[in-house]
Structure formats: structure tokens, C-alpha cells
């Protein structure tokens, strides 16, 4: 199994509240990803990082943040948690763009 | 707007059978791959296609891409219950930095 975890892996959090989401990689991969997963709506893309520092916004970035300030870690931060936001977060990292894609064992994050 | 649709939504057969799950846009796709994904757990990569008319077969699995490549399928033949899951197909499209997935199909093999 490809080295990356998600921490952590169930949260409850309240309205209004910030959260940080993080995912940590052991394979030296330079793509990492930020999916949401919701029944109905399949995988979506958040947000995704090329590189240290380097990131851009994917199909449903309202409402998030990331950062990536080392090659290992991706950090994904609700800045004001809503109840829309309730969902399976799952990190994802690839060698290459779109190429093979190894995702970490997902978030259950609950909004109340 | 889904780019990518897959049928059936949900599945239910008996061990033994055969299936095939559909994967379809109106788009067109650079590569396709196909993801199972169990309860708890991320999706993980069974398959990439990546030319039209393509056919790989990973056991008892056969995935082909259409001729166009805007659709794709997999053909399981005498499912077992270990293929129970959620099957995602995922598209790449040239210049766009994202994976397009499908909404899935579920199955459920009964013993």
C-alpha cells in the first residue's frame, strides 16, 4: 500500500468552527489531491498541489483552503465549517498529473 | 454537471454470474482508469486505458474503451463475492489537471 495517511480519520465538529484536515505521504510524490466524496456526486476535486507552495483550486473549492509548505504533507482547512460540508474528505497523491492516483483511507467529517 | 455517468447505479447478483458496468460521456477522455472501492477505505486503481478500442483483461475482469474514447466498460465473468464494491471509472482530459470520476456503481455479489 502506498505510504499516505489521513488524520484524522473521523471528526464531529461544530458550525462556524475552523477545521484542518491533514494528509502525510511517505512516497516523495509531487501531485497531491483533495477529493470530497458524496453520495449521488461521486469524487470531486477541492483543491491539488504540483509542488511545495504550489497549489490550484479544483471543482469545489469554496469554502477551503490548502497549503503545502513540505513535499510529505498537504493540509486542507474549512475555514468556516457548514453543514454542506459534511462529507468523506480523501487525500490522494500521484507521481505524475492524472496518472495513477493512490488515495489515503479518507475523513468522515460531520458538520452540526 | 457530470461528465462522466455510470450504470447501473446499484447491482445485485448472484455468485457466478456475469455483469458489465457502463461508463459514458459525451466528452472526450485522454485515459481512463477504473477504481474499486471497499466500505472504510480510499478507491484503488484496477485498470488505465488509454486508446480507443483498447481491451485489458486483469483476471476474471475485462475493461475496454470505446472507439471514441468517451465511454468505457468493464465486464466481470463469474462475479464472486470478493468483487463486491464500488466501482469508480475516472477520465483525464488533455490540458485540464483533474480526474473526473463517476458517480459509481455498487455491487453486491451474494454468495
Known amino acids: 500500500d502506498a505510504g499516505i495517511t489521513q488524520s484524522p480519520r473521523h471528526k464531529v465538529t461544530e458550525t462556524g468552527t475552523p477545521v484542518t484536515l491533514r494528509c502525510h505521504q511517505t512516497?516523495?510524490?509531487?501531485?497531491m489531491y483533495w477529493y470530497r466524496q458524496d453520495p449521488g456526486h461521486g469524487l470531486r476535486l477541492i483543491h491539488y498541489?504540483?509542488?511545495?507552495?504550489?497549489?490550484d483550486k479544483g471543482e469545489v473549492s469554496d469554502g477551503y483552503s490548502v497549503s503545502r509548505s513540505k513535499t510529505e504533507d498537504f493540509l486542507l482547512t474549512l475555514e468556516s465549517a457548514t453543514s454542506s460540508q459534511t462529507s468523506v474528505y480523501f487525500c490522494a497523491i500521484s507521481e505524475l498529473d492524472n496518472t495513477e492516483a493512490f488515495f489515503g483511507q479518507g475523513t468522515r467529517l460531520t458538520v452540526v | 454537471t457530470q461528465l462522466l455517468e455510470q450504470s447501473p447505479q446499484f447491482l445485485s447478483i448472484q455468485e457466478g454470474e456475469n455483469l458489465t458496468v457502463y461508463c459514458n460521456s459525451s466528452?472526450?477522455?485522454?485515459?481512463l482508469q477504473w477504481y474499486r472501492q471497499e466500505p472504510g477505505e480510499g478507491p484503488v486503481l484496477l485498470v488505465t486505458v488509454v486508446t480507443g478500442g483498447e481491451v485489458k483483461k486483469l483476471k476474471r475482469l475485462t475493461f475496454q474503451f470505446g472507439d471514441a474514447r468517451k465511454d468505457s466498460s468493464l465486464h466481470i465473468t463469474a462475479a464472486q463475492p470478493g468483487d463486491t464494491g464500488l466501482y469508480l471509472c475516472?477520465?483525464?482530459?488533455?490540458?485540464?489537471?483533474?480526474?473526473?470520476f463517476g458517480t459509481g456503481t455498487r455491487l453486491t455479489v451474494i454468495p
Open positions: 498541489s504540483y509542488g511545495v507552495k504550489d497549489t
Open positions: 512516497e516523495n510524490h509531487r501531485y
Open positions: 466528452s472526450v477522455f485522454s485515459s
Open positions: 475516472a477520465g483525464t482530459q488533455t490540458g485540464a489537471n483533474n480526474l473526473f
